[in-house]
């Protein structure tokens, strides 16, 4: 029996390597050589003002953008402080960002850092996918992850969207597993909850588009006290709720000094702009709709691998034919992430190509449920 354990555990221990492999690989190859984004410098100078107001404790101008990309900050600033920390121990030159040379050092270090970070993100989908579903889904889910194109140069960007992108994911999936094991006899607790709300949280501090992750989550808490007829169930969903909001307060508040000083402003702020960003007072145009909702499938089409593009119409027919309720399949609980998505980032009015990656996550996990189920 335990030579039979012993062998289970090199199998996955070998998966989790060769899936590591192929994620890191393709996406840290030449990386800090290769081409800057747009927001790249952006992002550089906004991080550096980030650090200096935490230095000088001036916490309301370490707010330097409404999207508001925190996390980035916060890791570039442990990046730039850390590399100061070391040069200065062992007697090295100062990095300096203007300087050619020097920036391409710190570029490189600073996208593997945030490589990293969206692998260790990797791997937790990686194991919560083998929970909720089972290994070959999983081996499944993290192939195509690691070899889709599209998505492995977008992560080697130093930017928001991949971040958002696996923090909110990573929140949907773990309630998907707290919702699918809820039901069982045995007590799962409320840790799922609270990682939910914590990724979630981190998510929102990447970009605000984050929150949209919020109505899947709340319907799955909905769903699970709502199902089985119980009269706790108004009480146990206010709990459960009130935990993952006040949670994912907790968590924006902790990490988003200019909270600490003048909340009212930041929230000005950012209030302001998705107000600009929203495009539903246009919607009445009929070739306006049109437009909007075509947007993303057209991406969809040059972006996305063609054969995944097949497969993925293969998938959504096939569990069409399939009598499952909302309760009981993961399916669909996936496509109705993927659909609140596809309708919020839809009916905005700022639309770029990259933000479709949001759309490629849910794509990925519904395609490698229906691919597990081909035998060969």
């Known amino acids: 029996m335990q030579d039979k354990v012993k062998k289970i555990d090199k199998k996955i221990l070998f998966i989790f390597v060769i899936l590591t492999f192929f994620y890191l690989s393709i996406r840290l190859t030449g990386l800090g050589t290769d081409i800057l984004n747009s927001d790249g410098p952006l992002w550089y100078k906004r991080s550096s003002n980030f650090l200096e107001a935490l230095k000088k404790g001036n916490f309301q101008e370490t707010y330097q953008n409404y999207q508001p990309g925190v996390t980035l900050m916060w890791m ?94 990573s929140a949907f999936l773990t309630i998907v597993y707290w919702y699918k094991n809820s039901f069982d006899t045995t007590n799962i607790g409320k840790k799922y909850i609270i990682l939910t709300a914590i990724f979630l949280g981190f998510s929102v501090l990447s970009k605000v588009t984050g929150l949209i992750a919020f109505a899947p989550i709340i319907i799955l808490i909905f769903l699970k006290n709502y199902t089985n007829i119980n009269k706790r169930s108004h009480y146990n969903f206010f709990i459960d709720t009130l935990l993952l909001v006040l949670v994912f307060t907790i968590t924006i508040l902790m990490l988003f000094p200019a909270l600490w000083t003048n909340p009212e402003f930041v929230f000005k702020k ?48 096939h569990y069409m034919k399939t009598k499952r309720t909302i309760f009981k399949s993961e399916f669909l609980q996936i496509f109705f992430y993927f659909i609140v998505f596809f309708i919020s980032l839809s009916l905005s009015s700022k639309k770029i190509d990259r933000y479709s990656i949001e759309l490629f996550l849910p794509i990925l996990l519904m395609t490698s449920m229906y691919l597990s189920k081909i035998k060969n």
């Open 76 to 169: 570039r600033s442990i990046v730039e402080s850390t590399t100061l920390v070391i040069q200065k121990n062992f007697g090295m030159n100062r990095w300096y960002l203007d300087n050619y040379i020097f920036f391409t050092y710190m570029h490189t270090i600073t996208k593997i850092t945030l490589v990293l970070v969206l692998y260790l993100l990797f791997l937790y989908q990686i194991f919560i996918t083998t929970k909720i579903f089972n290994l070959k889904v999983a081996v499944i889910f993290g192939v195509l992850i690691s070899l889709e194109p599209y998505m492995a140069g977008i992560d080697r960007w130093f930017h928001l969207t991949s971040l958002e992108t696996y923090f909110s994911f």
């Open 270 to 317: 950012i209030l302001i702009t998705i107000g600009n960003n929203t495009n539903i007072s246009n919607n009445s145009d009929p070739l306006t709709v049109i437009n909007n909702f075509s947007f993303y499938p057209n991406i969809l089409i040059y972006k996305l691998s063609p054969i995944i593009s097949l497969i993925f119409i293969f998938t959504l027919l």
